[in-house]
């Protein structure tokens, strides 16, 4: 947001989660207030049983960074699904199309013996996608599964050809990451999981079961909403509930530092003071953010 304000640039969300409508506590969205100081893209586009994919995610980004350019406005991408911001700077690697049949065979395993169990098989055939991948993200260990029965090859190889490291960006960037100290970072989430609990987060997800979004929807298998549907249907009680979700992010939080670990171009920082913060401003007013 300082960034954003001190360059007069616009924020595209990167996260996958915030894109749907009436997921606003469980996903951390920015509110009204922080919109009107700093105009946020790709916030509440679909709802939540509508089909979302890093290839729409780099079509609509596109859009909006296309948008903000010809207003002259840098942009700030922000957030932590690493899928999508490698898809908006590289593209996507070229996989094999769906196979309708396949698919339809794996969906019906995952309904028979529950996500976890094709996530097994994933990490059997896919080490490396799958400690990447979350246990209950079906979508994208059914599509991974996919590629693997129909090229013979882990996806984490075809990836690995579609390598970072030798393709030209599709925009000029710089990349920043953030790291705190891990017990800081961990005490920071368990704090975040209390606080959404406390803003309402029960009662969010109770509303998106009213408006017909049960937890078979993909966007309700999301950390946060997962554990909160199981409370509200009786299999734990609210603090295992708090315990889990507090469990599964902290996880993904490791994920995501091994998805962007290996990446040389990110420039690492312990915490938002550390970040020099003139000079990417200065990088977005006078250098351009945008050559594509």
Do not use: C
């Not at 207030?33 to 509508?50: I, K, M, N, T, Y």
């Not at 207003?71 to 590289?90: E, S």
């Not at 984490?156 to 960037?173: C, N």
């Not at 902290?250 to 938002?272: I, K, L």
Request: charged fraction near 30%; proline fraction near 6%; avoid cysteine.
């Amino acid at each position: 947001m300082d960034i954003a304000q001190r360059a007069g640039g616009e924020v595209v969300s990167a996260d996958s989660q915030q894109v749907y409508r009436g997921m606003d506590i469980g996903t951390g969205k920015v509110g009204p207030a922080e919109r009107a100081r700093v105009p946020h893209h790709l916030l509440d586009v679909v709802d939540p049983d509508e089909e979302m994919t890093a290839a729409r995610f780099v079509e609509l980004a596109d859009a909006a960074i296309e948008d903000a350019s010809t207003r002259g406005r840098p942009v700030i991408v922000a957030g932590g699904t690493g899928l999508y911001v490698r898809a908006l700077l590289l593209g996507l690697f070229p996989g094999p199309p769906a196979d309708a049949e396949l698919r339809r065979r794996l969906e019906d395993e995952a309904q028979r013996r529950g996500t976890e169990a094709l996530w097994n098989r994933l990490a059997e055939v896919d080490s490396a996608l799958s400690e990447r991948v979350d246990r209950n993200d079906r979508k994208r260990i059914i599509r991974a599964l996919e590629v693997y029965e129909l090229t013979g090859e882990p996806m984490s190889v075809h990836q690995a050809r579609h390598d970072f490291r030798t393709l030209p960006r599709r925009y000029r960037a710089r990349l920043i990451g953030l790291e705190p100290e891990r017990e800081q970072l961990y005490r920071a989430i368990d704090a975040r999981v209390e606080g959404m609990v406390e803003a309402g987060l029960v009662g969010e997800v109770e509303a998106l079961r009213a408006a017909g979004y049960g937890p078979t929807f993909r966007s309700q298998q999301a950390i946060g909403y997962a554990e909160i549907h199981q409370y509200l249907e009786g299999a734990i009680d609210l603090p295992r509930a708090v315990e889990l979700i507090q469990r599964n992010s902290r996880r993904y939080a490791r994920r995501q530092a091994t998805w962007y670990r290996p990446d040389p171009t990110v420039s690492w920082y312990v915490a938002p003071p550390a970040v020099p913060v003139d000079e990417l401003v200065r990088f977005l007013v006078e250098d351009g953010s945008l050559d594509g």
